[in-house]
Protein backbone atom coordinates (compact mmCIF):
# COMPACT_ATOMS: atom_id res chain seq x y z
CA UNK A 1 0.00 0.00 0.00
CA UNK A 2 2.90 2.34 0.72
CA UNK A 3 4.75 1.65 -2.73
CA UNK A 4 1.02 2.86 -4.17
CA UNK A 5 1.00 5.81 -2.08
CA UNK A 6 4.63 6.79 -3.60
CA UNK A 7 4.11 5.86 -6.90
CA UNK A 8 1.75 8.93 -7.74
CA UNK A 9 4.53 11.42 -6.98
CA UNK A 10 7.01 9.50 -8.97
CA UNK A 11 5.27 9.38 -11.87
CA UNK A 12 4.76 13.28 -11.73
CA UNK A 13 8.59 13.99 -11.58
CA UNK A 14 9.02 13.82 -15.39
CA UNK A 15 6.16 16.04 -16.00
CA UNK A 16 7.33 18.69 -12.92
CA UNK A 17 10.66 19.01 -14.48
CA UNK A 18 9.33 19.16 -18.40
CA UNK A 19 7.25 22.20 -16.54
CA UNK A 20 10.07 23.76 -14.99
CA UNK A 21 12.45 23.19 -18.35
CA UNK A 22 9.38 25.49 -20.40
CA UNK A 23 9.26 27.93 -17.83
CA UNK A 24 13.13 28.57 -17.88
CA UNK A 25 13.02 28.47 -21.78
CA UNK A 26 10.03 31.77 -21.57
CA UNK A 27 11.90 33.72 -19.15
CA UNK A 28 15.12 33.06 -21.39
CA UNK A 29 13.00 34.67 -24.50
CA UNK A 30 11.55 37.11 -22.11
CA UNK A 31 14.72 38.35 -21.31
CA UNK A 32 16.16 38.46 -24.36
CA UNK A 33 13.54 40.36 -25.77
CA UNK A 34 13.71 43.07 -23.07
CA UNK A 35 17.30 43.12 -23.46
CA UNK A 36 17.09 43.52 -27.43
CA UNK A 37 17.99 46.62 -29.33
CA UNK A 38 15.52 48.70 -29.96
CA UNK A 39 13.77 49.15 -33.57
CA UNK A 40 15.84 51.60 -35.55
CA UNK A 41 13.80 54.50 -36.73
CA UNK A 42 15.24 55.08 -39.88
CA UNK A 43 13.97 52.16 -41.04
CA UNK A 44 10.36 52.68 -39.91
CA UNK A 45 8.32 54.40 -42.05
CA UNK A 46 5.34 56.42 -40.24
CA UNK A 47 2.73 57.69 -42.33
CA UNK A 48 -0.66 59.63 -41.24
CA UNK A 49 -2.21 56.90 -40.21
CA UNK A 50 -4.17 58.35 -37.32
CA UNK A 51 -7.23 58.51 -38.92
CA UNK A 52 -6.83 55.43 -40.80
CA UNK A 53 -8.78 52.27 -40.22
CA UNK A 54 -5.20 50.53 -41.11
CA UNK A 55 -3.78 49.76 -37.29
CA UNK A 56 -0.36 47.98 -39.24
CA UNK A 57 0.26 47.87 -42.61
CA UNK A 58 3.48 45.96 -44.24
CA UNK A 59 4.53 45.66 -47.67
CA UNK A 60 7.03 43.13 -48.59
CA UNK A 61 8.13 43.06 -45.01
CA UNK A 62 11.38 40.65 -44.24
CA UNK A 63 12.11 39.48 -40.67
CA UNK A 64 15.05 37.73 -39.33
CA UNK A 65 14.60 36.35 -35.94
CA UNK A 66 18.46 34.99 -35.89
CA UNK A 67 20.83 38.08 -36.10
CA UNK A 68 23.69 35.78 -37.36
CA UNK A 69 21.69 34.68 -40.48
CA UNK A 70 21.78 36.58 -43.70
CA UNK A 71 18.29 34.93 -45.15
CA UNK A 72 15.54 36.89 -43.87
CA UNK A 73 13.04 33.76 -42.02
CA UNK A 74 10.04 35.53 -43.20
CA UNK A 75 10.43 36.93 -46.91
CA UNK A 76 8.04 39.76 -48.80
CA UNK A 77 5.78 39.39 -45.98
CA UNK A 78 2.33 41.72 -47.20
CA UNK A 79 -0.07 42.20 -44.00
CA UNK A 80 -3.26 44.67 -43.00
CA UNK A 81 -4.51 44.82 -39.88
CA UNK A 82 -7.77 47.37 -39.22
CA UNK A 83 -7.89 48.87 -36.19
CA UNK A 84 -9.75 46.67 -33.61
CA UNK A 85 -8.77 43.19 -35.45
CA UNK A 86 -7.09 40.92 -33.59
CA UNK A 87 -3.76 39.17 -35.18
CA UNK A 88 -1.55 36.56 -34.34
CA UNK A 89 1.86 34.51 -35.60
CA UNK A 90 2.03 31.09 -35.32
CA UNK A 91 4.52 28.28 -35.94
CA UNK A 92 7.19 26.45 -34.04
CA UNK A 93 10.10 28.64 -32.28
Not at 40 to 52: A, F, N, T, V, Y
Not at 73 to 79: D, F, K, P, S, V
Amino acid sequence: ATLRVMSEPVRLIPEAISAIIQVNVSFDRINNFLLDDELKIDEIERSGLEKSETAVDIQAGNFIWDPDTKIPTLQNINLDIKRGQKAAVCGPV
